[in-house]
């Protein structure tokens, strides 16, 4: 194998490691939002609880002053209804009670409603207090893992960016740029193997005299792949499918 060819796999390692580490870096800012969320979530509960809470008890006043309206206006009536002299007022003052005392009973009613409706809200205060309790710690724990994570990703990351120039500078800066124009291309990877006379990532077939230079030990020609133009480098099969493999070199399936 060409030298250079083993330096540039070893470039190829790292910079598969390197882009995977970014990837992942780039991943955490949204983790991080994602635990913020549901801390924000939690609160909003909670706000939202204690809002309704607010509400049923302002209504809550409300009604017990209807219902303490109504009650006077029906004392009153009765009490005016002892010293009227005709049958005719007697039988309105009795209309307006019994519509004081109606209304005065519907009050009632839609007090009850909100003392029943508090004391549910109240329950749902109480527990969105718990939850937020909840949610912060667990929130706090899961934030100090995804941090320990982004750091020791940040520090591989930093330690294999120096490896990488270490193995970039034993690479020719012809042979250099033109490994990364290709990786630039083809989603970060330059090189491909060649495998049974073909590139084992784009599959096209490889001329027979590259193929045979590429396996030759002592082979120095740089090749690239005629279709997706990785740079080529051969790889030994399993010693099991050496013994399986046609004499000739021409591969089976092709006669």
Known sequence: MHPDIKCLLELQSVDARIAELRRRLEEFPRRLAE???????????????????????????????????????????????????TNEAYKALQH??????????????????RMVAGEDFDRQAKS???????????????????????????????????????????????????YERIANRRHGIGMAAVRDEACTLCGVRIRPHVFQELRRPDQNQIFQCETCARILYYVEPPPSEQVNAPASGVPANEG
């Open 35 to 85: 635990t913020d969320k549901r801390v924000a979530d939690a609160r909003q509960q909670l706000t939202s609880a204690k809002e309704a809470l607010t509400s049923s008890l302002k209504d809550r006043k409300t009604y017990e002053m209807d219902v303490e309206s109504w009650k006077e206006k029906a004392r009153k009536y009765r009490e005016q209804s002892f010293a009227v002299k």
């Open 96 to 113: 307006e009670i019994q519509h004081a005392e109606g209304e005065m009973a519907r009050a009632e009613d839609r007090l009850l409603e």
């Open 128 to 178: 969105a207090e718990r939850d937020i309790a909840t949610v912060e710690r667990a929130t706090d724990v899961e934030r100090a893992s995804i941090r320990a994570e982004q750091s020791a990703l940040q520090h591989e990351l930093e330690e294999r960016e120096s490896e990488r120039k270490g193995f970039a500078a034993a690479v020719p800066e012809s042979l250099l740029a033109e």
